[in-house]
């Protein structure tokens, strides 16, 4: 329980200054992943932050693509996240690839999150208009 109280303490230290969690982020996420089930349970509301973030730059990537009159990445969305982001490898944190849903007038992108299966609450998604 100790473990716990001071891995969550220094998970807020982290996230609220920025200076800090730019330097300590990247050495505590390691520290964090060999605590197991506890460590991916802390890390969880991070990488959905940051996954939150990534689904909303790829939809807006495709929002413009579309108003520049290019093809929506339809039948290969993996191969367009490596051409359109250096570093994509179309997958995201918790290792599942991010989708893609073309409707209308609407895009959604989405992650399946940390259970790796859509469709679930813990799916993160973001949807836009074009």
Known sequence: MKKILIAVILLAFI?????????V??????????????GAALLNPTRRYAT???????????????????P??????????R?????????D?????????LTGITVQVGSNGPDGKRG???DVTHTTKF
Do not use: C, M
Not at 57 to 66: S, V, Y
Not at 72 to 81: A, H, K, M, S
Not at 83 to 91: A, C, F, L
């Open 120 to 122: 679930t609450p813990d």
């Open 52 to 70: 939150q973030n990534e689904v909303v730059g790829i939809a807006r990537l495709i929002k413009d693509d579309q108003q520049e009159g290019r």
């Open 72 to 81: 929506l990445p339809v039948d290969n969305f993996t191969e367009w996240l």
């Open 25 to 38: 982020g990247a050495k505590a996420v390691p520290v964090l992943e060999r605590l197991g089930p506890v």
């Open 83 to 91: 051409r359109r982001i250096v570093h994509e490898d179309g997958k």
């Open 15 to 23: 996230w609220a200054i920025p200076s800090v969690r730019t330097k």
């Open 93 to 101: 944190v918790w290792g599942n690839p991010f989708w893609i849903r």
